[in-house]
């Protein structure tokens, strides 16, 4: 009598799991690129795995602007099938090493759907910064 | 017996409870964690946010870099309050204003009236006009648009900033940053 009922209710909660959880992203894109990107090697600390599983990062490029500014762009890739919602910042450090703070290191709030892929950019905040760090935090 | 071990158990659990949801003062960063996510009204988080925004593209688009003797000469003009609150412009345009200065691709025209005064007395000592007029102003407005659903409100502000030269009378770059939040009540979390 009990699987009668249970049976049922479980196939419905399945079904609204699978329902909702299933929104993913499907995209198209020219296949002959013209535009070349300049990959940049990347040093990476994993401390939430949940994290970087829902927000991975698949690489990071580099470009100058005409004014000598560095502009850095990471890819990042959602793995899994559902919306993930993450808080993120850049850190720039001029040619001494040390932080340069102003409103371009402050923290934006961003979102990305299931499978799929999105780019955050940033820029330096002047010529003399070269080096950057993106830090990136679960906000679900 | 059964009471005698339930009351101490529902005090302490009460007690928890009470210690759990109080929270004591204490500072926090702009952008953290605990940020209040508030529904109907700009928080110092969306300014930092669509300042953020527009000072990266500013930077990224060069219409800075294409000025006769850099760094560029920006005037901040009026931000255009579109918005049902009280919007004090200098939360976001000091930001833009902060970044730009600090990129070494723009000064700011300055604003002070005691150091406006000292410039035109300079001027008249040196019998000479030193003003420099700016090569761009900086203007903008902020939009607000309320979409209900039910109980469930959507806000959403646009910030659209331009950069006008104004000798030529063209704006030579616009951004537009939409923030929006939605929920049946303000938050504290992203």
Same mark, same amino acid.
């Given at each position: 009598m009990?699987t ?5 209710v479980?196939?419905a909660? =399945? =079904? ?5 959880c299933g929104?993913t992203?499907?995209s198209?894109e ?5 535009g070349?990107r300049?990959m ?6 994993i ?6 599983h829902r927000?991975?990062?698949v ?5 100058m602007? =005409? ?7 990471v890819?990042?890739?959602?793995e ?8 993120y ?6 040619v ?11 923290? !934006? ?7 799929e892929s999105?780019m955050i950019? !940033?820029?330096a905040?002047?010529?003399g ?10 906000a679900? | 017996?059964k %009471?005698?071990i339930? *009351?101490?158990?529902v005090t #302490?659990? #009460? ?5 759990g ?7 926090v960063q %702009? ?5 209040? *996510? ?5 928080n110092?988080q ?5 300042a ?5 593209d500013?930077l990224a688009?060069g219409?800075l870099d294409? *000025?006769a003797?850099?760094p560029a000469?920006?005037? *901040? ?8 609150q009280?919007?004090?412009?200098d939360l976001?345009t000091?930001?833009i204003?902060i970044?730009l200065?600090?990129?070494g691709?723009a000064?700011?025209?300055?604003v @002070?009236?005691? /150091?406006?005064g ?8 040196? @019998?000479q006009?030193a003003?420099r ?5 900086l203007?903008?407005k902020?939009i607000? %648009?309320v979409?209900?659903?039910?109980n469930?409100r959507?806000t959403?502000?646009?910030f659209?900033?331009a ?5 030529? /009378?063209v704006?030579?770059?616009?951004s537009?940053?939409e923030i929006?939040?939605?929920g049946?009540?303000?938050?504290? /979390?992203?």
């Open positions: 009990k009668k009922y249970l049976l049922p479980v196939c909660a =399945a =079904a609204l799991f699978a329902a909702g929104t992203v499907n198209v020219n296949a002959q690129k013209d070349r300049t940049v090697s990347d040093q990476r600390v401390s939430d795995t949940g994290l970087n927000v991975g990062v690489g990071v490029n580099t470009a602007t =005409a004014g000598g500014l560095l502009r850095v762009q890819e990042l890739l959602n899994t099938r559902s919306l993930h919602r993450f808080s910042k850049f850190e720039w450090f001029d001494n090493g040390m932080q340069v703070e102003n409103i371009l290191s402050a923290s !934006s709030t961003d979102q990305i759907e299931g499978r999105k950019t !940033s820029i905040p002047n010529p910064c070269k080096d950057f760090r993106l830090k990136l935090i679960s679900d | 017996m %009471t005698k339930i *009351v101490p158990l #302490a659990a #009460a007690a928890a409870l009470f210690t949801c109080a929270t004591d003062a204490h500072y %702009t952008g953290d964690r605990e940020q209040i *996510v508030s529904l109907g009204q700009i110092i969306d300014y930092a946010n669509a953020n925004a527009a000072v990266k500013l688009s219409a294409r *000025v003797n850099p000469l920006v005037e *901040v003009s009026k931000v255009i309050n579109n918005t049902s009280l919007v004090d412009q976001l000091q930001k204003g970044a200065t600090q990129s691709k000064q700011i025209k300055l @002070d009236k005691l /150091g406006k000292y410039q035109q007395e300079n001027e008249f000592l040196s @019998d006009k003003t007029l700016p090569d761009f102003t203007s903008g902020i607000e %648009t979409d209900r659903a039910g469930t959507r959403t502000y646009s659209q900033m950069l006008n030269d104004p000798k030529a /009378g704006q030579v770059w616009m537009e940053k929006g939040k939605q049946t009540r303000s938050s504290v /979390g992203f």
